[in-house]
């Protein structure tokens, strides 16, 4: 890589990208596999928009970020920039 290349940050998208999966849907098997009862709040969570069913999800589970499904080509090619010298953002 170039040196010029070094100084753009690589910025990696989560859902879908470096997770298999989209993080939301995991939070909220987790949330109703913990707690059932939680499944009928989640239509009215959502009636309150998407941040605000993130939010109120977030408020009451949190994920073990070991069982989240990373992708494990990028992540070693993120392992490999960083090796390099190249900043890593999440997004």
């Given at each position: 890589m170039e040196p010029s290349q070094l100084t753009i940050p690589l910025v990696v998208d989560l859902d879908g990208n470096l997770v298999g999966t989209d993080l939301l849907i995991e939070s909220i098997v987790a949330l109703v596999k913990a707690r059932s009862r939680y499944a009928f709040a989640l239509p009215l969570w959502l009636l309150k928009g998407r941040v605000a069913?993130?939010?109120d999800i977030a408020r009451r589970i949190s994920l073990d970020a070991c069982l989240v499904p990373y992708r494990s080509e990028l992540v070693e090619y993120i392992e490999a920039q960083r090796s390099?010298?190249?900043?890593?953002?999440?997004?």
């Open positions: 069913l993130k939010q390099q010298g190249r900043t890593v953002q999440s997004h």
